[in-house]
């Protein structure tokens, strides 16, 4: 009696035939599709690299009365003050703030806005290496911003200059 107890605890259920056989074509087939995926992806093309159109460096600052200051790093020139809730305008400078200062950045160093040979409009943090695609937050966000790359040498007119529905003016 205990020798027929011990024996149903030790054997063990046998995998044979058919179950055997589905169960090495199933992990077969799950190594060739991994397989086949890596080898697609080896043979998509490079990200094509996207040229700058025109930046332009720009510091912000908060004022005396809470707005923010917008200021040409390169000349000092004050070119807007963003005030009251600008909320969209604030929530970005806020994202990239914070990002910085996480990475043991100063406010000193100046933010990056360039608008891109496809259209695009980014402002980029070089200290935390963050960068926000403005163009993808809508028209009305985009022209907030594009407003302050105005009186820019550009090459070609970009979707940031339309967004505002004005023609890129030369320096």
């Known amino acids: ?79 807007a003050s963003i005030e009251g809730e600008a909320g969209f305008a604030r929530g970005v400078l806020r994202s990239l703030a914070q990002a910085r200062m996480r990475a043991g950045g100063s406010p000193a160093e100046p933010f990056w806005l360039s608008v891109n040979t496809q259209g695009g409009l980014t402002l980029a943090d070089p200290v935390s290496g963050r960068q926000i695609e403005l163009t993808s937050f809508g028209p009305s966000n985009l022209a907030v911003f594009a407003s302050y790359l105005e009186r820019r040498e550009p090459v070609a007119k970009s979707s940031a200059h339309e967004a505002i529905g004005q023609e890129p003016t030369p320096r």
């Open 1 to 79: 009696m205990a020798h027929e107890i011990s024996d149903r605890l030790v054997s063990r259920p046998k995998v044979e035939g058919l179950p055997l056989i589905g169960l090495a074509i199933l992990i077969l087939g799950s190594l060739l599709l991994a397989g086949y995926a890596q080898w697609q992806k080896a043979q998509q093309p490079e990200t094509q690299v996207v040229g700058q159109l025109e930046r332009r460096a720009l510091m912000f600052s908060d004022g005396s009365d809470g707005s923010v200051w917008v200021t040409d790093a390169q000349s000092g020139q004050r070119l």
